[in-house]
């Protein structure tokens, strides 16, 4: 239902902007949303954005990533400037419909080099 690319490897104070693609189901109506996790946490909150494009961030990435969805391709992006290290993680794409179902992605990893 949902597929990520556009993780990689990139220097500390890099750019990358992975997206997620979804069928129309996963996508129309739904809140989109990016989340993250490393070996040995939970997965955490980094962004989402609502169907009518109301976007809300952790406030570890505020100022840094966008979050943006292009509702004609059912895509969903996170563009990250500024990348830290601590950024480092496998990024995984969610969605919630208006009824509570909720989709994931396979995840994609990003890695900081410092």
């Known amino acids: 239902q949902l597929v990520e690319s556009g993780g990689g490897l990139v220097q500390a104070g890099g750019s990358l902007r992975p997206s997620c693609a979804a069928c129309?189901?996963?996508?129309?109506?739904?809140?989109m949303g990016w989340y993250r996790q490393t070996p040995g946490k939970q997965r955490e909150l980094v962004a989402t954005?609502?169907?009518?494009?109301?976007?809300n961030y952790a406030d570890s990435v505020k100022g840094r990533f966008t979050i943006s969805r292009d509702n004609a391709k059912y895509t969903v992006y996170l563009r990250m400037n500024s990348l830290k290290p601590e950024d480092t993680a496998v990024y995984y794409c969610?969605?919630?419909?208006?009824?509570?179902?909720?989709?994931w992605g396979q995840g994609t990893q990003v890695t900081v080099s410092s």
């Open positions: 969610n969605s919630v419909s208006p009824f509570g179902t909720i989709y």
């Open positions: 129309v189901s996963a996508f129309r109506s739904n809140t």
């Open positions: 954005i609502s169907s009518t494009d109301w976007p």
